[in-house]
């Protein structure tokens, strides 16, 4: 049964802070302060998975190239819920993320996320993630070729 919010507070704030350190790991290129954010086993999908991805270890190989290539500059969360059980805690929001590419454009996109923490003695740490491209993403990239098509 999931617990109530009002009790978790202090973990909704910990959860965010956390959070936030993957985006900041990000934006710092940081493979290190990536690793200490997923637990070992960590598991999930990210936006361009193809597979699932059944480690850390994987998951570092997988988001590579967007520690080399992307540099994020700017990060917002937004429609955040969290649901409790127990020691797990699930947590579910919406990502936009700004930044430049190495041929200095600019890019803008959001994302959908699910992530599953894992209270540990030291505090909370990411277990598994489903990353996806929201729907407004795909709208944008569907209207742009439209309209490119419409042009010939």
């Keep these: 049964m ?3 919010l009002e009790s978790h507070a202090k973990d909704c704030e910990e959860i965010l802070a956390h959070i936030d350190s993957i985006f900041q ?3 710092q290129r940081d493979r290190e302060a990536l690793a200490r954010t997923h637990l070992p ?4 999908f990210l936006a361009r998975s193809r597979q699932v991805i059944r480690d850390r270890e994987q998951y570092l190989q997988d988001v590579e190239r967007v520690i080399e290539h992307q540099h994020y500059s700017t990060w917002e ?3 955040v819920d969290f649901a409790f059980y127990g ?6 929001y919406i990502a936009r993320v700004c930044g430049d590419l190495p ?6 996109y959001k994302m ?28 944008r990239h569907l209207s742009t070729l439209a309209l490119m098509t419409h042009q010939y």
Excluded at 41 to 44: F, S
Excluded at 87 to 92: F, R
Excluded at 123 to 136: F, I, K, R
Aim: some cysteine.
């Design 2 to 4: 999931s617990q109530s």
């Design 25 to 27: 790991a990000f934006a």
């Design 41 to 44: 086993n960590w598991k999930g």
């Design 77 to 79: 969360l937004s429609d």
């Design 87 to 92: 020691d797990t805690a699930i947590v579910c």
């Design 103 to 108: 041929q200095q454009k600019n890019f803008e």
């Design 112 to 139: 959908r996320i699910m992530d599953i923490y894992q209270r540990l003695p030291e505090g909370w740490n990411l277990a598994a993630s489903s990353v996806s491209v929201h729907p407004d993403e795909i709208d």
